[in-house]
């Protein structure tokens, strides 16, 4: 690969897919950093995303990266990790800008580029962490892509700031992050802004909460200091954090939305002063002390602010993926090796196939080895929960889109990376790829036919 020493950009925009993955926002993360003599004017150049495979003007890639466009995950591009054939290479995006930039061996990047090749394989994933916050940061503005990539940027930009600083400044550094904004505090502060009016003495708590905040009281002290300001909440059994303290005043301890949160604060192991190892930096606890630091409190907060939003609305849509599953049609298919389970559902559902592998229906024995979603545009996607090939599937699908009338590659793309194969037809990324001119009735058929091919 070319390397930044044997061209000069000039740069008139970014961009991406829609829905661009954590993979493309470090890339952009560190194009920004480190490359603003090589890419001048990216860091100010405004976004543009396709919602569509190819070129909206019908131009080459070559041909908008020349006219001064740096793309990030568009396929074909110099900042494109995937293979003609779908299948994700031993790189990412943002390894392929640093080694661009010849930055790929600097210590600060190890640890993000090393999480970011994890992430982009459905690796390393926890429920807090930034790349699964991030997906659900979209669902939440699902019209405001620039919104998300400057959320995305605001964590990404305070991080690769903060791992300079970590490796020139270690210790100043860490005492600094150690008096930052606890997620704790950033949720008993959430809990505040947007619970107001359904409690007695809502507006005096959010204003001690942010007040707390802002003299910088140490994160161990606030609900101690509530306690004690608050006589009403003297008797409440939670002690230790002022979130569970005021969620139990709310009469919010037993939401279910507002659990997974408050589980989060008491168990999260990024509340300590010392230095972190691994995915706990890429919590967002770890990230919002860093925007802290580096971006100031109001900024940290506004950034909390739409992580919890987003974490609330997913719990919500998860729940309504429950309810629209019960809808799910089975089938069980003896193939040559073994018997696989299918499911299919006609839904909108942006939950269904994370729903299909939940802890319920493992319970029930239940979870489909492939599940066909549809929605009400027509379009339909081919989910995998573990090694199932599909590559029989992918020819059936395009024998018959072509008998349709349609073009199977402008319709399809069949993915395969190191863990389960998919076959996308609109995907979140190329949500206005054109539909599959099959029924549904047709299209499981040639599902069926395609995994007793190859199964």
Not at 51 to 65: C, F, H, L, M, V
Not at 130 to 136: A, D, G, S
Not at 356 to 366: E, H, M, T
Not at 421 to 441: H, K, M, V, W
Request: glycine residues 8%; proline residues 4%.
């Amino acid at each position: 690969m070319s390397t930044a020493t044997s061209r000069s950009w000039s740069i008139r925009g970014n961009i991406t897919h829609y829905n661009a993955h954590g993979d493309e926002h470090v890339c952009h993360a560190i194009a920004c950093r480190y490359g603003n003599t090589v890419f001048p004017g990216i860091r100010t150049a405004p976004w543009t995303f396709w919602g569509k495979r190819g070129t909206p003007d019908g131009r080459s890639i070559a041909q908008w990266e020349n006219a001064g466009y740096v793309l990030y995950g568009i396929e074909g591009s110099r900042f494109d990790e995937h293979s003609p054939s779908g299948r994700v290479t031993t790189s990412c995006s943002a390894r392929l800008m640093a080694e661009y930039l010849g930055v790929n061996n600097l210590p600060e990047l190890q640890e993000i580029l090393g999480y970011t090749e994890a992430a982009d394989r459905f690796k390393g994933q926890t429920e807090f962490s930034l790349f699964r916050i991030m997906k659900e940061v979209y669902l939440f503005y699902p019209e405001q892509q620039d919104v998300v990539a400057a959320w995305a940027h605001n964590g990404l930009g305070s991080h690769l700031h903060s791992q300079w600083e970590m490796f020139n400044n270690p210790t100043p550094h860490l005492i600094a992050l150690s008096n930052c904004i606890s997620f704790d505090l950033a949720l008993a502060d959430y809990l505040c802004q947007y619970h107001q009016g359904y409690v007695e003495h809502q507006p005096a708590l959010a204003d001690a909460v942010r007040r707390y905040v802002k003299i910088g009281l140490p994160n161990d002290q606030a609900a101690k200091w509530l306690r004690r300001e608050f006589p009403v909440l003297k008797d409440r059994t939670q002690k230790h954090y002022a979130s569970l303290l005021l969620a139990q005043h709310f009469g919010l301890s037993s939401h279910p939305h507002f659990r997974m949160l408050l589980d989060y604060v008491s168990n999260s192991k990024t509340f300590g002063n010392g230095a972190l190892q691994n995915a706990e930096l890429f919590e967002v606890s770890s990230i919002l002390k860093e925007i802290h630091l580096h971006k100031g409190v109001e900024a940290a907060l506004d950034w909390a602010s739409s992580a919890i939003g987003s974490k609330l609305f997913a719990s919500h849509l998860y729940e309504e993926a429950g309810k629209e599953f019960e809808k799910a049609t089975y089938r069980e298919l003896p193939c040559k090796r073994e018997t696989l389970l299918l499911a299919a559902i006609e839904s909108d559902g942006p939950k269904i196939s994370q729903y299909s592998r939940c802890k319920k229906l493992r319970d029930q024995n239940k979870v489909p080895d492939v599940l066909l979603q549809r929605k009400s545009t027509g379009h339909t996607t081919v989910f995998t929960n573990r090694q199932v090939d599909l590559r029989g599937v992918m020819r059936c699908l395009a024998k018959g889109e072509r008998e349709a009338g349609g073009k199977p590659f402008d319709v399809y793309y069949h993915f395969m990376g190191d863990g389960n194969e998919s076959i996308f037809n609109g995907s979140l990324s190329y949500p206005n790829d054109p539909a599959t001119r099959l029924p549904f009735y047709q299209f499981k058929d040639a599902v069926v036919r395609g995994l007793l091919q190859t199964m």
